[in-house]
């Protein structure tokens, strides 16, 4: 089973050579390793080229995020496993094997996500997608280990392999052809929880996305995007609601939408009230962007397979911030 991890890099020297000796010393005779890069104007290319030869490198023409920079890339990679690594992780001895076996036995999983522990704390799972991540019925994400904001400690209570919804950016495997057959990425997204909605197409023709628990790496988190950036804020909100107008089952289309335009504007109040308007104005641009979107999103929908149902729990919004559940297995 031939493999592939695929770094995208843009002006990343830095974390380059913080990261990549791990990746190369960990994956020998088990996967080539590639960096994409996204047109970087720094010394990235040269720097990999004089240390790490058997590195190969894909140049993309343009810098276009995350999703089209893996798009571009992939197009001219052959293998039947993809991993997709952000440039900010480092992953650990034997951390390919549990993860290959699980492809190898399961024809049906199409996508796998190891564990993802916070490399500046690494006794807690990392905000990005920590024990594997999931939806609500509003379509808001969050994970086993991360419920918003909080982060639990790894107590070894997700060393299991498990079905999940969705598996995060920073490092998520999957099969070339299921790639490939969904046309990789949606790249209007750009960047942030495109993941999410590959997760949600794969299910949607039939493929599981699974967590291996025994595989762990750990990642940085916000190397290209501070979680206090407000175009992170923009981002996610934007794309939380492209990923609902484009996934939700049909007998909840028009209530979740509604819903999302209600609880959104709550957020942006939240955020005045934080003395972070910057943050509330980010919400505003995300839903004026979501509006101008959406027959182009509607359009999307009515292409796809059937919908996956997706209510695993009915609301994270009101559980964490109105009952104070703040860990997954308190979750109703």
């Not at 089973?1 to 770094?7: D, L, P, S």
């Not at 939240?270 to 943050?279: A, D, T, V």
């Not at 729990?313 to 911030?321: E, L, M």
């Given at each position: 089973?031939?493999?592939?991890?695929?770094?995208l890099?843009?002006?990343?020297?830095?974390?380059?050579?913080?990261?990549?000796?791990?990746?190369?010393?960990?994956?020998?005779?088990e996967?080539?390793?590639?960096?994409?890069?996204?047109?970087?104007?720094?010394?990235?290319?040269?720097?990999?080229?004089?240390?790490?030869?058997?590195?190969?490198?894909?140049?993309?023409?343009?810098?276009?995020?995350?999703?089209?920079?893996?798009?571009?890339?992939?197009?001219?990679?052959?293998?039947?496993?993809?991993?997709?690594?952000?440039?900010?992780?480092?992953?650990?001895?034997?951390?390919?094997?549990?993860?290959?076996?699980?492809?190898?036995?399961?024809?049906?999983?199409?996508?796998?996500?190891?564990?993802?522990?916070?490399?500046?704390?690494?006794?807690?799972?990392?905000?990005?997608?920590?024990?594997?991540?999931?939806?609500?019925?509003?379509?808001?994400?969050?994970?086993?280990?991360?419920?918003?904001?909080?982060?639990?400690?790894?107590?070894?209570?997700?060393?299991?392999?498990?079905?999940?919804?969705w598996?995060?950016g920073?490092?998520?495997?999957?099969?070339?052809?299921?790639?490939?057959?969904?046309?990789?990425?949606?790249?209007?997204?750009?960047?942030?929880?495109?993941?999410?909605?590959l997760?949600?197409?794969?299910?949607?023709?039939?493929?599981?996305?699974?967590?291996?628990?025994t595989?762990?790496?750990?990642?940085?988190?916000?190397?290209?995007?501070?979680?206090?950036?407000?175009?992170?804020?923009?981002?996610?909100?934007?794309?939380?609601?492209?990923?609902?107008?484009?996934?939700?089952?049909?007998?909840?289309?028009?209530?979740?939408?509604?819903?999302?335009?209600?609880?959104?504007?709550?957020?942006?109040?939240?955020?005045?009230?934080?003395?972070?308007?910057?943050?509330?104005?980010?919400?505003?641009?995300?839903?004026?962007?979501?509006?101008?979107?959406?027959?182009?999103?509607?359009?999307?929908?009515?292409?796809?397979?059937?919908?996956?149902?997706?209510?695993?729990?009915?609301?994270?919004?009101?559980?964490?911030?109105?009952?104070?559940?703040?860990?997954?297995?308190?979750?109703?």
């Open positions: 089973m031939k493999t592939a991890i695929v770094i890099n843009w002006n990343g020297q830095k974390l380059l050579e913080q990261f990549l000796p791990s990746v190369v010393n960990f994956s020998q005779n996967a080539d390793v590639y960096v994409a890069d996204n047109a970087s104007t720094d010394s990235s290319i040269t720097y990999i080229k004089e240390h790490f030869p058997t590195v190969k490198i894909v140049e993309n023409t343009i810098n276009g995020g995350y999703a089209k920079g893996y798009n571009d890339a992939l197009q001219s990679i052959e293998a039947d496993i993809y991993c997709l690594l952000n440039s900010d992780v480092e992953v650990t001895k034997n951390w390919l094997q549990p993860v290959l076996y699980v492809f190898k036995n399961d024809k049906k999983t199409a996508i796998i996500q190891p564990k993802l522990l916070d490399f500046k704390d690494k006794t807690k799972f990392e905000y990005a997608g920590a024990a594997g991540g999931f939806v609500d019925l509003y379509g808001y994400p969050y994970c086993r280990g991360r419920v918003f904001n909080n982060l639990e400690i790894d107590n070894n209570q997700f060393n299991d392999i498990s079905e999940i919804f598996a995060s920073a490092c998520l495997f999957i099969r070339s052809k299921v790639y490939h057959q969904l046309g990789g990425f949606d790249e209007d997204y750009f960047a942030h929880q495109e993941e999410i909605d997760c949600w197409r794969t299910q949607n023709i039939g493929y599981k996305v699974k967590y291996i628990g595989s762990t790496v750990y990642h940085v988190g916000g190397a290209t995007l501070q979680e206090t950036n407000p175009h992170k804020t923009y981002l996610n909100f934007r794309n939380s609601l492209l990923n609902v107008v484009k996934n939700v089952p049909t007998r909840w289309f028009l209530f979740v939408v509604f819903s999302r335009l209600i609880l959104d504007g709550i957020a942006g109040i939240k955020f005045l009230f934080e003395l972070r308007p910057i943050h509330t104005w980010a919400i505003i641009k995300a839903h004026f962007s979501f509006y101008k979107n959406f027959f182009k999103f509607l359009g999307k929908r009515r292409k796809l397979h059937k919908k996956q149902n997706y209510n695993l729990h009915t609301s994270i919004v009101w559980q964490y911030f109105a009952l104070g559940r703040n860990r997954f297995e308190e979750l109703r």
